[in-house]
C-alpha cells in the first residue's frame, strides 16, 4: 500500500506526528512494509509556525513542500489543488490522509478525489454549526467526499452516521493531538522568559487570539482585551501573538503593563505554558482540548465550538463576547472556583495506534 499523509499548518503537526511515529512502529512487525511519503502544502511558511514544530515533534523531512503559503482563502485553496494535483499525477497512491480542517485538508482531498484516489479524513465529524468559519465549511467539504472517517468521539461519529450512507467506514478512535501531548509531557521546555518574568510560583494566564470575528475589528478587539485585563487583577498575561492579531493590537488602546507579548512559541514551550498557568483564554479549538487534558481552567471567546466534550467534560467554558461573562468566568479562574474537568473517552495517548492498525486491513 502506498500513502500520503497530508499536512499544511500548525494544528496538522500535533495530528500527524503520531501517527507517522505508529505507521514506523508498525512497519517493523509487517512482512510487507506500509510506504507512506509526507507531503507539506506549506499553507503555514513561516519558520515559527512550522519547522519548529516539526524539529521538536521529530515528523521527518516531508517527501515534497507544495510553497502554497500566502493568498487569500480562494488564491492559497486553488494553489494547494493544482499543485497536489499534480504530485499524484506522478504516483501511483492508494490512499491520502488529511487531518484536522484547515484549508490543506480540504484542498487536497478535493484533489485527490478528482484523481480517483480514496482520502481518510483524521479527526472527521466535528461541526460548530457556524457557516461563518472557514473551518466549518473545510470539515463539511471534506468530509461529504471521503472514504473513511476517523472520530475523537463518539458525538462525532454519530453527526457523521447522520449524513455519511457507508457508516461502516467510520472508526471512533480518539484524539491523536492527545497522543502528541502525552508523548511530549515528559519534554516540555520552559519558555526563554520563564525566569526573566519570575514566573515559577507566580499565578498567570495565557492568551491566544486569533479567529477574525475578535481580531480584525479593531474597536471590537480593544473592547475585548480591556475586559479581560479588567478582570484579571494583578495576573500578568502571556499572550503568544498571532501575526493577524498583532497588526489591529498595534492600533488598539489598553494597559499593555499586564501583558506579556511574545512570538508563536514552540510545541514545547507553549504546552509547558499552558500545563503551569492558572488559566487559559483563547478563541483557538485545540488548546481546549489540550487544556481540558491537563485539566488546566479555559475560557473560550467564542459562542459556539466543534468541540462539545470539551465544555461537557472537560475545563472549557464558552464564553463569547459578552461583557458581563467576561467578568464572571475570569473572576471565576483567578478565585481557584471552577469546575473540575474529565478525560473523554478514548483519549489515551493511542488514538493513532488504532488508526495505523485499521488502515493496513483496509483493501
Not at 514566573?199 to 479581560?228: A, C, F, K
Not at 483564554?281 to 473560550?300: F, K, Q, R, V
Request: charged residues 25%; glycine residues 6%; aromatic residues 8%.
Amino acid at each position: 500500500m502506498n500513502l500520503t499523509i497530508v499536512v499544511g499548518a500548525r494544528p496538522n503537526f500535533m495530528k500527524v506526528a503520531p501517527i507517522l511515529k505508529a505507521f514506523k512502529e508498525k512497519n517493523e512487525t509487517l512482512s510487507y512494509p506500509i510506504n507512506w511519503e509526507l507531503v507539506h502544502t506549506g499553507q503555514h511558511f513561516d519558520e515559527r509556525m512550522s519547522q519548529t514544530f516539526f524539529r521538536q515533534l521529530n515528523i521527518p523531512e516531508p517527501t515534497l513542500n507544495l510553497n502554497a503559503g500566502g493568498g487569500t482563502q480562494a488564491e492559497q485553496t486553488a494553489t494547494i489543488m493544482m499543485r497536489f494535483e499534480e504530485y499524484l499525477e506522478k504516483r501511483q497512491i492508494d490512499l491520502v490522509i488529511v487531518v484536522g480542517d484547515v484549508n490543506s485538508t480540504m484542498a487536497c482531498t478535493i484533489a485527490a478525489k478528482k484523481m480517483r484516489t480514496k482520502v481518510a479524513h483524521v479527526e472527521a465529524g466535528i461541526r460548530s454549526g457556524d457557516i461563518g468559519m472557514p473551518e466549518e465549511i473545510n470539515r463539511i467539504v471534506t468530509d461529504s467526499i471521503s472514504d473513511y472517517f476517523f472520530t475523537t468521539t463518539a458525538e462525532a461519529a454519530l453527526k457523521l452516521k447522520s449524513t455519511i450512507s457507508d457508516s461502516q467506514n467510520i472508526y471512533y478512535v480518539g484524539n491523536t493531538m492527545i497522543d502528541t501531548l502525552e508523548q511530549n509531557l515528559p519534554r516540555l521546555t520552559q519558555p526563554e522568559f520563564w525566569e526573566r518574568l519570575k514566573l515559577s510560583g507566580t499565578p498567570y494566564l495565557v492568551m491566544t487570539m486569533h479567529r477574525p470575528s475578535n481580531v480584525d475589528e479593531t474597536q471590537h478587539l480593544e473592547m475585548l482585551m480591556n475586559r479581560i485585563l479588567h478582570g484579571c487583577g494583578q495576573h500578568k498575561i502571556i499572550f503568544p501573538i498571532h501575526p493577524r492579531t498583532k497588526k489591529n493590537l498595534d492600533l488598539s488602546n489598553f494597559d499593555t503593563s499586564k501583558v506579556f507579548f511574545c512570538d508563536p512559541l514552540g510545541y514545547l514551550e507553549f504546552i509547558y505554558l499552558v500545563k503551569h498557568a492558572k488559566g487559559v483564554i483563547t478563541d483557538s479549538g485545540g488548546i481546549t482540548e489540550e487544556a481540558s487534558y491537563l485539566n488546566i481552567p479555559c475560557m473560550t471567546l467564542r459562542e459556539n465550538t466543534e468541540r462539545p466534550e470539551t465544555t461537557t467534560l472537560g475545563t472549557n467554558e464558552l464564553v463569547g463576547n459578552d461583557p458581563d461573562k467576561i467578568d464572571f468566568y475570569i473572576q471565576k479562574m483567578i478565585n481557584g472556583d471552577w469546575k473540575e474537568g474529565k478525560v473523554p473517552k478514548l483519549w489515551d495517548g493511542k488514538a493513532s495506534q488504532r488508526i495505523v492498525d485499521i488502515i493496513v486491513q483496509l483493501d
